[in-house]
């Protein structure tokens, strides 16, 4: 197998790339930094932005480009099942079904930000970054997700209707008072005054 036909078999097509997750038999990072730059070349690979590249194919436009999104979900929310991220802010207010505005800036709580609020850019995208108040896991990214929630949202935010769709929400991933209590500490008092105030403690209670 060649080094394309790797990377092909190995990632795919219309999928992010990342140099450092590039492991070919026995060769140098140099070696494989010249490989990848050939293949831009004769067009069989494209490079996104530095560090990630991806297998384009063929559209009635031209090369494919690749979904800035999946670079984003790769590099900051989840990896092989792993969970080191969360949307916050509006973008997670659409996921929860809260909001139907659509955010100009992609919001993200992420293990792999060690300053407390960063601005980047992937591809066409802005991202604002923030650093993990604890580490989050798969036990515990929904939870955190939902607390980050509380604390951003205005106070009186949550009406009827947007209670409802939490208790639901909360229903589903079978989160309970007991486990929001194991990390409600760590939350500015904003979170658990929305959590009373809405009423949403109250189902989770039950």
Do not use: H
């Not at 979900?73 to 809260?98: C, D, Q, V, W």
Request: aromatic fraction near 12%.
């Amino acid at each position: 197998m060649d080094f394309y036909e790797y990377l092909k078999s190995s990632f795919g097509v219309n999928e992010p790339i990342f140099i450092s997750d590039i492991q070919f038999k026995s060769y140098s990072k140099p070696w494989i930094a010249k490989e990848l730059a050939k293949l831009c070349e004769t067009g069989q690979l494209a490079r996104f932005d530095r560090g990630v590249y991806y297998v384009p194919t063929e559209t009635p436009f031209g090369k494919s480009i690749l979904n800035p999104q999946k670079v984003i979900e790769r590099k900051y929310i989840t990896e092989n099942g792993e969970r080191f991220g969360f949307y916050s802010g509006l973008t997670a207010m659409n996921l929860f079904g809260l909001s139907t505005q659509v955010p100009n800036v992609t919001e993200i709580c992420t293990n792999n930000e060690t300053t407390k609020l960063r601005n980047v850019k992937v591809g066409n995208v802005n991202v604002i970054l923030r650093r993990s108040r604890t580490e989050i896991n798969n036990e515990n990214a929904d939870i955190l997700s939902f607390l980050e929630l509380m604390n951003q949202a205005p106070i009186g935010f949550f009406d009827d209707d947007k209670r409802e769709t939490m208790s639901k929400w909360l229903k589903d991933k079978e989160i309970t008072g007991k486990t929001i209590s194991q990390y409600a500490r760590i939350f500015p008092d904003k979170a658990l005054r929305n959590l009373v105030e809405s009423g949403v403690i109250y189902d989770v209670a039950r």
